[in-house]
Structures are given as C-alpha cells and as structure tokens.
C-alpha cells in the first residue's frame, strides 16, 4: 500500500532525496523520482527534505469526515508529542477542538504505552535474552524487517503503543472506531501491518491542523477540557521515554540502555549488532531525531525541534502534577488482551551485477579506471559502484552522474565553439577581450591567446559592441564591413546578462558578398540588353506596322475601283452599296 510519493512533474533532478534516504528506495525513473514500495520503510525522510515541497501522503482526512458523519461513537487516540506540535494555552483545548470536529472522546496514546510496559519489562527481566529492541516505531521495525533480517530475534514482540491503545479502546472502552493522531507517516502502514483494525484511520499533526483550518477551529480559543490524560507515559515520546515507563517494573537494572534517535544512528547501532559487538543490551530506536516530537508530518509550528522537546516534557510534568491523570483506566481490566505480535523478515529483492557489469556500467560515462570514480555522492549514492549496482536494478539512470553530465556538456561546448567556421569574441562591458575560438584567431590572423585582455578596438572598430553594452539591446543579422581586413561581416552581438559580458558571432561572408556583386553587375548587363532589344523590337514593329497601313489604304482604293466598274457593266440595275 503506498502512503508516501513525489508529485510528478514538481521533481527538478537535485537527487536531495536519494541522498537523504536511509536505504535508497527511491527510483529515478525519467527523470522523476518514485518511491518504490518493497524497499520504503515509510520514515519521511525524502519528504521532509525536497526542495520542491513535491510530496503527496495518502490522506485519510476524507475517510474520517465519512466516519464522523456516519458514526457518533468515534475515540481519538492522540500521541502525547501534540504537546510540542500544537499552539495553545492549555493542554485540556486540544481536546476540546477535536470534539469540535465531532470526535465523541479524546485519549491520550501513552495509555497504550502503559498498556506494553509490563509486557516490556517482562522482556527485559527475561536473561535468556540478550539485545533487545523495542518495537515502538514502525519506521525502525520496517528498516530491520528488510535490510537486518538477522536481527529480527532481537525485536520485542509486542504491538506498539498505538495498537495496544487501539485494542483497548474497542474491546475495553467499547468504541466502534478509532483514529490515531500523530506526527509519523508511518503508522499509516503500520494499521495494515494485520487485519485486525485496531485502528480504523491515521491522521498526521498536519492533516489535523488543515483539519482545523478548513473547519475554523483554533485550539487557543477553545476551553479546557479534563479528562483523558495518562502519566509517566507521556515521556514516551521523547528519547528514552520506554525506559522511563518500564523502570518502575525492573527487578534490578542489569542490561545497559541504548537510546538513538535518527535514522543514521539506527543504521550504526544495526551494523554493530550484526557484528556482534554489543550483549545484554536494552535498545530503543526511533528513526527521527527528538524521537516522535520530530516526526515528519509534524507540519509548521513555531517551536523549534528543542522546544517541541521541552513542551513535551512540560506536558508530562503538568500530567502528573495535576488533575489531567485519567481516573478511568485500570490496567488489571486489560489483562485479557492480547499485545503479541510477530515480527518476520521482509524479503527485498535486489540484484547484485557481476564485476564486468559493473565495469561496463561504469564505462558508459567514461569511468575507465579507479581513479575515474570520485564517489562525490552529488548522483545521492555512497560510491560510482553503489550508484552502478542501482543503474543494474533499475533504480537509477545512467546520466545521474553530475562529473560525466558537466564534462561531456563542456566537451560538446568545447567542441562546437572550436569547430564552427564562425567567429566567436567574448568581451566585457570596458571591450576587453575574455575569449576567443579558433576561428576569430584565424579571422583576424592573430596568434592563440595574444589578444586576451586586450581592448577590441585593437583589432577593428568595435562601435556595434559598445552600443550593445551601452542599451544592453541585442543586434542581429547587422552586415558590417572591416576595412582593415578587407572583410565584409555579418555580426550578431549579444549582452549576456547572468555573466556581465557581451559575445559576438561573426560570420565571414566576403566571397559570398562580392559573389552577389559579380551576380548582380551581370543581372544588371542582361537587363540593359534585354532592354535595347525590346525597345528595337518595337521599333520594327512600328515601321511594319506603318507599312502595313499605307498598303491596306491603297489596296483598298484600288479594289473599290474594280468594284465600281464591275457594277458599271450592268445596266438596268440599281446600285444598293453606298461608299
């Protein structure tokens, strides 16, 4: 089931995220980032890091306002780090602003806390157990699941505090539904860990405080209300809050307590136990640092990460000192449920290339030998090798390697601006000469590299530059002629802004030039010609024509006169034509 993704289109190829993931889950895949399911472990890390704020979270918030519209007999399970997430006066207003929204009751999860401990502490009183790990945090229980399959033994098999609160307030309490309120992504998965709907639907901080918002509700306006509120277990959210709950029930402290927090001191700790360094130890993982006072859906909030810790605490304190102790929970009525659970291996597939795929992965962007991989990590891989195991399971692409993308892009720019037949001069806004290529040298026959610094006036009248630097205006297609070359140009001159510099392309279009000169002198001897034959043409037909209309007029007095003499010879008939 997939609770955490990119949004597609936002990704901008920074690979911030792959470098932050803990176990490299994520796939480049044209050029998007995805999270690829099999190998998450649901911490949030690449989330909380984009730069483009890309992430999508499956939302339950829809799901809840058709519970609370269906169903009346809704509890909340609310995580004790609310304390440090949340803006208000009183700590009894959350709870009110939460019946606002239409929940029937409000619960603090550390009863859930309260719940596991004697289980915990049986389990830490047991010698025939070494290392122990506790199994609070689904996003550590994940991470040993799939990448420390070996030390899966060393996980308490009991439920976390949110399924144990869950349980406990259907089967105990009598609610229908429950939803947890919390600050981590991953006890999205962890509700679907079985089918036993201990939990109906998981709300972050951040879904609750836009939650809020939309129905304009604000917790510092609201007033207090009792009830609900546990004890010592409200440390459980800041590090070492398991052992605080579990050391009134040890029988004597033999085992050495552990606590990390951060999900790079989780994966160091791992690798110790692997190696069998540590014995007899109790260790509590979380995989953000603060522990569940940082969680990654903690949303916006105007306290930093050490005074989330502090109000934490303050809560705690408050709890105890003060009439917010619950007045309903008796543990001994909650003997009867069951808090095991079984912890397993979660197979990952990853496929491991021979040395020659390797090597053949490598050499596609130009890695030859050993000293070709710099391993800077800017793909978000440890090593060249790392990242080419990834190109070889499809989680990476072959152009991630920033070294060979910026050399081969400088190559191709090198390589074009060397071989153009034009002219190309860089120059800065005083018209001294930064660079010249090949062919501007050879253009104006000048030595490599002589005139560098050099004022461009020095090789011919640079006004079109000056004026480009003076309006910082562009000119294009502008045809110049430098005399004291004997050429004839095109130039397009260019201020570049990001860089304060102005750059000329100059074409060499001389021969072209006095090729259309030579064309068009004898265009315009064939139009003379072409002219004096059409005027001598309409002189001889005019002469033509004037002798062909003296000789019609008189063929035709003659002709009348046959006629006339033909109608002559016939008397007795009238004449019918008129001249």
């Known amino acids: 089931m997939e609770v955490i993704n990119f949004a597609r289109a936002n990704c901008k190829n920074c690979y911030k995220c792959i470098r932050a993931c803990p176990v490299k889950a994520i796939r480049m895949k044209n050029n998007q980032a995805e999270i690829v399911e099999e190998r998450c472990i649901t911490c949030g890390t690449c989330l909380t890091v984009c730069p483009q704020n890309a992430k999508t979270v499956k939302s339950d918030v829809e799901k809840v306002r058709k519970l609370l519209e269906e169903n009346k007999d809704i509890a909340v399970s609310l995580a004790p780090s609310f304390a440090g997430a949340f803006c208000f006066q009183n700590y009894g207003q959350m709870v009110s602003a939460l019946k606002k929204l239409g929940f029937s009751a409000v619960y603090q999860t550390s009863i859930g806390a309260r719940l596991i401990a004697k289980d915990y502490a049986d389990y830490y009183n047991d010698k025939n157990k070494s290392n122990l790990i506790t199994t609070a945090c689904p996003a550590v229980n994940y991470l040993i699941q799939k990448y420390y399959p070996e030390l899966v033994d060393c996980m308490i098999p009991i439920v976390s505090p949110m399924i144990a609160h869950g349980r406990y307030l259907k089967k ?64 459980y959210p800041i ?81 105890i000192n003060n009439s917010y102790k619950t007045t309903s929970f008796n543990i001994d009525e909650c003997r009867s449920l069951d808090l095991s659970k079984c912890f397993s291996p979660i197979k990952v ?37 790392e990242k080419a195991i990834a190109v070889y399971n499809g989680m990476a692409e072959i152009h991630m390697c920033m070294p060979y993308m910026r050399n081969r892009a400088e190559s191709l720019s090198n390589l074009i601006i060397e071989s153009t037949p034009n002219a190309i001069i860089v120059v ?42 003076t309006t910082l205006e562009n000119i294009t297609n502008k045809k110049v002629v430098i005399k004291n070359y004997g ?15 102005i750059i000329g392309i100059i074409s060499d279009i001389t021969a072209q030039e006095r090729e259309r000169q030579k064309n068009a002198k004898v265009r315009q001897k064939t139009l003379e010609t072409t002219q004096e034959v059409i005027e001598k043409q309409m002189r001889v037909a005019q002469e033509i024509a004037s002798l062909l209309g003296e000789t019609t007029a008189e063929t035709k007095v003659m002709l009348n006169k046959v006629k006339q003499l033909l109608i002559d010879e016939m008397p007795g008939e009238k004449n019918g034509y008129e001249d």
């Not at 995989?287 to 949303?299: K, Q």
């Not at 050429?487 to 510099?501: A, C, F, V």
């Open 172 to 235: 105990i309490k009598g609610y229908s539904k429950v939803v947890f309120i919390g600050p981590c992504l991953a006890k999205k998965m962890e509700i679907y860990d079985d089918d036993k709907n201990d939990i109906d639907a998981v709300l972050t901080f951040e879904e609750v405080k836009k939650f809020f918002l939309d129905q304009g509700i604000d917790p510092v306006t609201e007033a207090s209300s009792d009830g609900g509120f546990s004890d010592e277990a409200n440390y």
């Open 239 to 319: 590090p070492g809050g398991t052992f605080l709950t579990i050391k009134p029930m040890l029988k004597q402290l033999w085992r050495r307590f552990i606590s990390v927090d951060g999900i790079e001191g989780c994966l160091k700790l791992l690798e110790e136990l692997k190696k069998g360094r540590l014995e007899n130890t109790w260790i509590e993982m979380n995989a953000c640092y603060g522990s569940c006072s940082n969680g990654p859906a903690t949303g916006s909030t105007p306290y930093g990460p050490f005074e989330r810790l502090e109000k934490i605490k303050d809560f705690a304190k408050h709890s």
């Open 349 to 385: 597939t990853i496929k491991y290339p021979s040395e020659s795929e390797i090597k053949n992965i490598l050499l596609k962007i130009g890695k030859t030998a050993p000293e070709d991989e710099l391993n800077c990590g800017a793909c978000g891989y440890n090593s060249c090798r």
């Open 428 to 469: 800065d806004r005083d018209m001294k000469i930064h660079e010249m290529n090949p062919s501007a040298e050879s253009m104006f026959q000048i030595p490599s590299g002589s005139f560098k610094y050099k004022p461009l006036n020095s090789l011919f009248d640079d006004y079109y530059f000056r004026l480009v630097s």
């Open 487 to 501: 050429l004839i140009t095109l130039q397009n001159i260019y201020y570049l802004k990001d860089h304060n510099l």
